[in-house]
């Protein structure tokens, strides 16, 4: 594999700092650099680590504790956050030891949530001054200690050295005295500059590997807490169906079950759904249990949901739609202008769930307060936001923080998928019935039948070619999910969604169907849906203009410009220019192919990344497809981890080759049709095609990887399969179309 | 009920349970080894592999009662007094994890393929690795690492 990185300095190294500081400035904070000793809660030397902020403790054997606030799920921010704290503070990276926060404390940690790419880019700064506060503490003791000027000392693997001489004090041997140095004014912090830096841009090992492989990794679903019982939560089959009855005298018959409850939910899908809730000594015992359960469900007001019915409704109104959600320009008349040709096509795409491997599970100890004390809960659980649960157990439960331990736990995967509140509930309410702890965990069809699913929809997208074959007017038409009467959050047309953002003739419009099937955050939401329609159709323009894709998606970037300035969520063409010409490069794009293979090329802009993909595609004559290579340019600013970088690019497009190639899921009369894998093809080891990734790494600020290498995947394989067969690709999954992988 | 002794990690244990309940369940709860992974419960993930009397098994599965007087390693077994396994240790070098959920059943496989093959190809890791299935799509290194670690004891001379 190759890393090549380009240095593109687009902004001067004084711009850089600038505008890092300014887009990062929004994070409200209280103030994680004040420390236990300067706040004076207690006096320094009292404690057995020397706390030189928020975030960094050094120990008496002079390891440095990092702590990471936002939770880990894969996406590697346990290890890259505190390789920014390192690398600020002159810390050699084998003497650091990170642990999650302890506690939920927005104040004092600042987020604690991470999620859509953008954990990195909001902690940047944060942790850059975490690093910066700890340095200029340790200078300072090293200062009065070494009686020399502070401007005289730098710190560098884990010392103070001075610069003139050999002389030189580790963070240990200082830890004490800097814990007791005035807390830096924030404004006064100075950072490292790029070319200096040890720890960011290389590769490091996540720093849970070795709980990893040892089988001693801290996910949700290990926790065991003495006197535990284990629970499972059974809804019905169909979103929103109310329980009338169950027997449940004949589930506590059950081998190991304790006990057996009918729970009444307040109807909202994302708190509590009417239940059967089973606690036993086992999680087989209740899983088992289930068996034995009859329930009659009330299904007047649950889900019909048909996706056929929704496919049929598509159909019919592909065309414009009733809203008009934007309008740039003149679009009609790019359309109607006699010498402009004017094609359109029709894309879809399914309903997909999240199959975290970990299925979905919390583990509560609700304690009621006795002889006036109050309530109190304890949560062991995976979750991409604590502050998120807090709120829930302040709404919900009326608990206050003082009243919550919460220990957030490393997930097996999230992809969005652990962002609600129902499991939680279903744990805190098995709690509250049994007076024990419960670990609640789901079986894997639960976890796909009630799930927030990615929607399926549709998107017509029809484009106006003027004689010489430029791109006159884009028009994007879909056909989404409302839940609640409300179009779904990742439906509908954006604006600055490329190539809408730069089309000088454009229009969006939508057009929803009422669904009951809960939606909710996929990895890379909306853009994974989109990207397919409107880099597919990009591809079906140059086409029909005679162009080479390349060249024409070049041109409609035009000149290098940031559509909005210093917006890190607006694109700039110059970036996508610029990944788009190096991934074409590098796949060799023009090369002749043979017979049966295809290169495809597809750029997408989302999450604050621009990336470009060239798939090398082959199908046989009984329609195998197989990705050989993808080839993938990726700009997101300085790299943190190189290693965990190119693991999230390598795994994005493993993860849409899979989406692409087999998964759906459908409902009929308001039931989930898939229940397991045997159901929902995961792609194995043997399809899995050659990454070849670059970054260039600009002197923006950085930003995440998490998603954004996801959508541009799926119209690179189809743009390929398009040179490779001469037929198109517009519905995934590919196997409705009656290909294999 | 009943009383089932399964010889794990080298270690007797009299496990208390239904004959049914999966081996994969008395694991984790009864015996509180939870390195092995619940999955799917229907074979197809790999997440609760496990080498039964040295070959790789799902034990989510393999009723426990079905066990009586046989051996099971689970990954805590899979290191010895030397230290860890040399699947593990390339595991941590190459940073082959994302989530890391389905990590452990990938070693158990690769740890049982090595066993067999000591210089495996590109195609037999494929074969050997097909029922692991990995959500963050992490093949790419799985595949590297397996090559790296059986260099590693070749080399060792093991």
């Known amino acids: ?741 | 009920m009943a009383a089932i002794k399964v010889n794990i990690n080298d270690k007797t244990h009299t496990i208390e349970a239904s004959e049914d309940m999966p081996l994969l369940w008395a694991i984790r709860d009864i015996v509180g080894l939870t390195g092995t992974k619940f999955g799917c419960g229907i074979g197809q993930c790999g997440a609760c592999t496990v080498h039964l009397n040295g070959k790789p098994v799902r034990s989510c599965l393999l009723p426990v009662g079905a066990l009586d007087g046989q051996s099971v390693t689970t990954i805590e077994g899979l290191a010895d007094a030397a230290g860890l396994h040399p699947l593990q240790q390339t595991w941590i070098d190459q940073d082959v994890a994302q989530c890391g959920y389905c990590q452990t059943g990938q070693i158990m496989s690769a740890a049982a393929l090595l066993a067999e093959n000591s210089k495996p190809s590109d195609a037999d890791i494929d074969a050997a690795m097909a029922g692991n299935y990995c959500r963050c799509g992490t093949y790419i290194r799985i595949r590297q690492a397996v090559h790296t670690a059986a260099l590693a004891i070749n080399a060792a001379g093991k």
């Not at chain 1, 059950?254 to 059967?276: C, F, H, S």
């Not at chain 1, 789901?442 to 699913?453: L, T, V």
């Not at chain 1, 995440?704 to 490779?724: K, Q, Y």
Request: hydrophobic fraction near 35%.
């Open chain 1, 1 to 741: 594999m190759q890393n090549k990185i380009a240095k593109n300095s687009q902004l001067s190294r004084r711009n850089f700092i600038k505008i890092s500081g300014l887009v990062g400035g929004g994070l409200m904070l209280g103030n994680p650099l004040q420390t236990l000793a300067a706040s004076g809660e207690v006096s320094a030397g009292t404690l057995e680590h020397s706390e030189l902020n928020a975030y960094v403790q050094i120990k008496p054997d002079g390891s440095i504790l990092i702590y990471s606030g936002s939770p880990e799920m894969g996406q590697g921010i346990k290890t890259s956050l505190p390789m920014i704290v390192a690398e600020e503070m002159g810390a050699a990276w084998n003497d650091v030891v990170v642990e999650q926060t302890p506690e939920v404390d927005t104040e004092k940690y600042g987020r604690q949530s991470t999620g859509g790419s953008y954990t990195v880019f909001l902690n940047w700064n944060l942790m850059r001054e975490m690093g910066a506060s700890a340095r200029e503490m340790l200078i300072g003791a090293a200062a009065e200690i070494m009686e020399l000027p502070r401007t005289e000392l730098k710190t560098e693997d884990s010392r103070v050295k001075h610069l003139y001489s050999n002389r030189s004090r580790t963070f240990a041997e200082l830890a004490t005295l800097a814990a007791k140095q005035p807390v830096p004014d924030k404004t006064t912090l100075t950072f490292r500059e790029r070319e200096d830096y040890r720890i960011l841009g290389t590769s490091k090992s996540q720093v849970d590997s070795l709980e990893i492989v040892t089988g001693q990794g801290d996910y949700g679903i290990d926790t065991r807490v003495p006197d535990m019982l284990y629970g499972s939560y059974t809804k019905c089959p169909a979103v929103g169906g109310t329980l009338v009855s169950a027997n449940l005298e004949d589930v506590k018959k059950m081998p190991g079950v304790v006990d057996a409850y009918i729970i009444k939910g307040n109807g909202d899908v994302r708190e509590l759904l009417d239940g059967v809730g089973i606690v036993g000594t086992s999680t087989w015992a209740v899983f088992n249990a289930r068996k034995a359960l009859q329930i009659e469900w009330d299904e007047s007001d649950a889900s019909k949901d048909n996706w056929d019915e929704f496919v049929a409704f598509a159909k019919e109104q592909s065309n414009t739609g009733d809203a008009v959600l934007f309008e740039t320009g003149e679009l009609e008349s790019a359309i109607d202008a006699d010498n402009n040709s004017v094609i359109s096509s029709f894309y879809e795409y399914p309903y997909l769930t999240h199959l975290c491997l970990e299925p979905m599970n919390c583990t509560a100890d609700y304690r009621s307060g006795r002889s006036g004390n109050k309530d109190h809960l304890e949560v062991w659980l995976p979750t991409q936001s604590g502050p998120r649960f807090q709120t829930l157990a302040k709404n919900r439960y009326g608990l206050e923080a003082e009243q919550l331990t919460t220990h957030v736990k490393r997930m097996g995967g999230s992809f969005g998928r652990r962002t609600s509140g129902e499991y939680i509930c279903e744990a805190i309410e098995l709690s509250k019935l049994s007076g024990r702890p419960v670990k609640l965990t789901w079986s894997r069809e639960d976890s796909i039948q009630h799930d927030f699913f990615r929607e399926g929809g549709f998107c017509r997208v029809r484009g106006a070619i003027t004689p010489e074959g430029k791109l006159a007017g884009w028009e994007e038409h879909t056909i989404g999910v409302k839940v609640g009467g409300k179009p779904s959050r990742f439906t509908g047309v954006r604006k600055n969604s490329f190539p809408l953002n730069t089309a000088a003739n454009a229009r969006g419009s939508l057009t929803t169907y009422a669904m009951d099937t809960p939606v909710g955050p996929w990895r890379a939401p909306f853009s994974n849906t989109h990207a397919f329609a409107s880099q597919c159709f990009i591809d079906e323009l140059a086409h029909a203009a005679g162009r080479d894709h390349l060249e024409f998606l070049l041109e409609m970037m035009g000149e290098p410009r940031w559509l909005k300035d210093q917006d890190i969520r607006a694109m700039n063409t110059g970036r996508a220019s610029g990944v788009i010409k190096l991934a074409a490069e590098k796949a060799g794009w023009g090369k002749t192919m043979q017979k049966g293979h295809g290169l495809g090329l597809a750029f997408y802009f989302c999450h604050a990344a621009h990336v470009a993909e060239v798939a090398h595609v082959s199908v046989t004559d009984d329609n195998k497809v197989t990705v050989h290579r993808v080839t993938t340019a990726v700009d997101v600013g300085p790299i943190i981890n190189m290693s965990g970088a190119l693991n999230q690019v390598q795994g994005s497009i493993m993860d849409g080759y899979s989406a692409m190639a087999g998964q759906k899921i459908t409902m009929r009369d308001g039931r989930i049709q898939e229940t397991n894998l045997d159901q929902y093809p995961v792609l194995r080891i043997g399809a899995a095609p050659e990454v070849d990734v670059h970054f260039i790494q600009s002197d923006f600020s950085p930003t995440g990887l998490g998603e954004p290498a996801l959508p541009p995947l799926a119209p690179a394989v189809a743009n390929a399969m398009f040179r490779a067969t001469g037929k198109r690709v517009r519905t995934m999954p590919l196997a409705d179309l009656g290909y294999s992988v």
